[in-house]
């Protein structure tokens, strides 16, 4: 059973920047995956990012296309989500979750089978 850790996220002004981290207990090697989901009240889980730990296939969501960056972290099991230029409608619960996913379903929840248990981004205006 994988299991995945997060940490960072908080409160932070629009125009502002936040990080959050990712430890994950699984394989993070090859074509193995993680990714970044968010939830708004109300609305739907929203695909933000996803890389292999190889280093291939790095998505963005149109949304955070250019302000968001996913890398791998200091530690070797980790991955990070930098956000730059957050906006109010970046408030969310922000979560990680790792798989095998083909590069074309990388922006699917039904992709990843293991998940974190969320972190709280909340942008002020």
């Known amino acids: 059973q994988v299991q995945l850790v997060e940490s960072g996220g908080g409160l932070v002004q629009a125009g502002g920047s936040l990080s959050v981290s990712c430890a994950s207990s699984?394989?993070?090697?090859?074509?193995?995956?993680m990714a970044w989901f968010r939830q708004a009240p109300g609305k739907e889980r929203e695909f933000v990012a996803a890389?292999?730990?190889?280093?291939?296939?790095?998505n963005y969501g149109d949304s955070v296309k250019g302000r968001f960056t996913i890398r791998r972290g200091n530690a070797k099991n980790t991955m990070s989500l930098e956000m730059n230029s957050l906006k109010a409608d970046d408030t969310a619960v922000y979560y990680c979750a790792a798989g095998r996913p083909i590069v074309s379903n990388m922006r699917s929840v039904r992709a990843y089978a293991y998940w974190g248990q969320g972190t709280q981004v909340t942008v002020s205006s």
């Open positions: 890389m292999r730990w190889n280093g291939n296939a790095v």
């Open positions: 699984g394989p993070t090697f090859g074509d193995n995956a």
